[in-house]
Structure formats: C-alpha cells, structure tokens
C-alpha cells in the first residue's frame, strides 16, 4: 500500500527482522542513505512522519517502523520479548533488511532510548544519531535511583508494572479516549489534532497492543541488561530536547552529553516532551542539517 503525506509518497510493507514482522513505512530514493525512524510510547510510526518527509525530501531512505508491540505490528507475548537488547537488535535486523552496512538513527521518546542502546551496542551499524527528550540509559538509571525529584516524575513507570491494570486503565474501549486527550494535554496547546488523536486510538485498538506497548516499561524494570562494557557513545550525536517535558528532568541532559565523543545539543525552550509535535518544522530542518553535515 502506498500513501502521500505532504507531497512525499510513502509505501507500507512489512518487513521480518531479529525472527518478528514489524510493519513499516518507507519513503526516499531507494540508494539514499539510510534513516531508521524510530516512535516512542504511545504512539506509531506516524509519530515521525514529519521526520520521514523531511529525511526523503533531502534523498534519504527512511524506513519508520511501528515497533514490536505495536500497531500493526508483530506483538510476541512475555516480557522477556521487550528487553531493550532485543528492541536493539531489531533495529540492526531493518539495517540488513535494506543490505546496509550501517545507517543513521533518530529516535523519540522509547524510539530514543533504543536508539541509545543499539549505539553503544551495535556503533559498527550506526552511523550518526539523533535522540530526542531522552537521556542516555546510564544516566536515567542513577537519575531515578539517587534524585528525588526524578524519581516522582517517573512514578508512571512501577504504576505500570501489575498485569492488566495499566490495560483497563488507558487501553480499554472506554478509557482510551481520555487517555488520548490526557497525553495532548501534555504537549502546546494544538499539538496534537483530532484526526491524530482518533488515529492513536485505532493504533491502540489492535489486538494485544496495549499489553505489547506496556510490555516495554514492564521489561525496564524486571528485566535489566547487563552492565555495559564501554559507556561512552562513539558516534555523533545530536540531542534534541523540550525543556517542558513533564515526565523527564533536563538536568539529564548535560550528563548524557558528558557521555559522547561528538555532540550537539539543541534547546527547544517553549515544547514538551512531544517537541516533535510542538516544533515540526524546525526539528526537521535540525535533523536533515545534522544528518548532512
């Protein structure tokens, strides 16, 4: 199936990495560089059309996937499915899917922290990075342990824990359309329309994709990765971040930074955590700047 989003057509194919089906969207001249793009939680591949339009428009491959879990996506069942090592090596399945060595990442929110990871796992596969409003692992995980003031922004993450309740309380026929006018409440004002907000909800209403998308933060906490042999990240990186982001403390940033050989950080003083919503114009343009430098 084929779409045009704002001039740019994209086709929707369904492509078998690390032994699951993720479906994806794809756009950009087929010997361009290649871009993963990569959403966060909760949304879907849409969540990066603005970069996939950008990216294809500057003569980038992109490939946006909506990842394991959700939408139309495979959803594998257990926890042990969702550990962050093998959200990584999906990453590095799409890049051999496309016959590429190595291809350049961006990724928000949960898309970020897989981006992070495949980084300073797999840095022979990647080639820049771009992560937006999260920080690098390492320093999340001291941040939670040891600042007060983390620690009760991310109260969300142990109240998702219990089998089944974050389900009825977000996903459930009922409850999903306040759950979806509590997240755009959460980014500016106009953010997020109506025809998005109505397109999450169907996202959400495939089968199994709320227990897949809460499955990610349930394997963060029982599931931990081993300790990583080098932290440093060893390939460039830009780090975009809104400074209203209600859910992670910008005093993260500077440390993650800290933690790269070669990095620029962008400021977005008036967005939230959805800066990509907030700020689709000039986010774009950021990243086919970095992406081309």
């Not at 109505?198 to 300790?227: F, K």
Request: glycine share 8%.
């Amino acid at each position: 199936m084929r779409e045009v989003i704002d001039g740019v057509e994209v086709e929707h194919r369904d492509l078998l990495t690390n032994g699951i089906r993720l479906h994806c969207v794809i756009a950009g001249p087929g010997d361009g560089p290649l871009v993963v793009a990569l959403h966060g939680f909760p949304e879907f591949w849409r969540g990066m059309s603005g970069v996939v339009v950008a990216l294809a428009r500057a003569g980038y491959r992109v490939v946006a996937p909506d990842q394991r879990g959700y939408n139309l996506s495979e959803k594998p069942r257990g926890i042990d499915a969702y550990r962050i090592e093998e959200l990584a090596a999906d990453v590095v399945g799409l890049i051999d899917a496309f016959g590429r060595d190595r291809a350049d990442i961006v990724g928000h929110d949960w898309g970020a922290a897989v981006a992070w990871w495949t980084a300073l796992t797999h840095a022979d596969r990647v080639r820049r990075m771009v992560v937006i409003n999260v920080p690098h692992p390492s320093v999340f995980a001291k941040e939670v342990r040891t600042n007060r003031r983390q620690t009760r922004k991310s109260w969300y993450i142990f109240a998702i824990q219990p089998a089944a309740v974050a389900e009825r309380v977000a996903f459930s026929r009922r409850t999903r359309p306040r759950f979806a006018r509590l997240i755009a409440g959460t980014a500016n004002p106009g953010s997020f329309d109506e025809p998005y907000l109505a397109q999450l909800q169907q996202a959400w209403a495939q089968p199994g994709a709320a227990t897949g998308m809460l499955n990610w933060y349930r394997a963060s906490v029982r599931r931990r990765p081993g300790r990583l042999a080098d932290k440093r990240v060893h390939v460039p990186t830009m780090i975009i971040w809104g400074r209203n982001d209600m859910a992670l403390s910008d005093t993260m940033v500077q440390p993650s930074a800290d933690l790269c050989d070669d990095v620029r950080v962008e400021w977005f003083d008036n967005a939230t955590h959805w800066v990509l919503h907030d700020e689709p114009e000039r986010t774009s343009a950021l990243i086919v700047d970095f992406m081309s430098s």
